[in-house]
């Protein structure tokens, strides 16, 4: 990662499953640091699962790993020229947006520190390990895990871990 920060790039390509790190919280650090510098995300997550939350986190563009090799290099192209890029399916998945879609995931309505304690609860982690995690108090971090039931109508973390499951979240999960 020290890479990012002790070089000069024109375009990073950025994974949202990084080991021992939440992709999100790097893209944030990273539009902290260098806000010009355009980032594509690269990901093997479909595209309904988190290319509005990169989007919003300040990604310059996503893409899924199983998109044909002529479309990256659109992407990067059409990044190196100043542009945005997304797909035609994320377009759609945007545009409902603005209708506020009711069939959304109850996830994406979610902060991002919320998901984050969503997941790792989903990962069967502690309150109290959480905490440690992401450097924060274990009642900062239950007053996340409340915020989270509260939006999502789960009632308690038996119902938080399987809803991770069911919606094929597992797999994001950071080491």
Do not use: C
């Not at 994974?15 to 355009?38: C, V, Y």
């Not at 893409?63 to 759609?92: N, Y």
């Not at 900062?140 to 939006?151: D, G, I, L, N, P």
Request: charged share 25%; net charge positive.
């Amino acid at each position: 990662m020290s890479a990012i920060w002790n070089q000069t790039w024109d375009l990073v390509l950025l994974d949202l499953s990084i080991p021992g790190k939440n992709g999100l919280e790097l893209l944030k650090e990273i539009r902290e640091q260098r806000p010009k510098l355009p980032v594509l995300i690269l990901s093997m997550h479909p595209e309904e699962q988190f290319s509005t939350r990169a989007l919003r986190a300040g990604a310059s563009g996503y893409l899924s790993k199983s998109a044909p090799s002529d479309t990256l290099l659109e992407a990067i192209r059409q990044l190196m020229r100043g542009g945005k890029f997304i797909t035609s399916k994320v377009a759609e998945m945007l545009a409902n947006n603005l209708t506020e879609d009711s069939s959304q995931p109850v996830h994406e309505r979610l902060s991002d520190r919320e998901l984050n304690v969503l997941l790792s609860i989903g990962r069967g982690q502690s309150v109290g390990d959480i905490a440690r995690t992401l450097n924060l108090s274990v009642k900062t971090v239950s007053t996340y895990r409340a915020r989270v039931r509260v939006k999502t109508g789960l009632r308690n973390n038996a119902e938080m871990v399987q809803y991770v499951i069911r919606n094929n979240l597992v797999e994001w999960l950071p080491n």
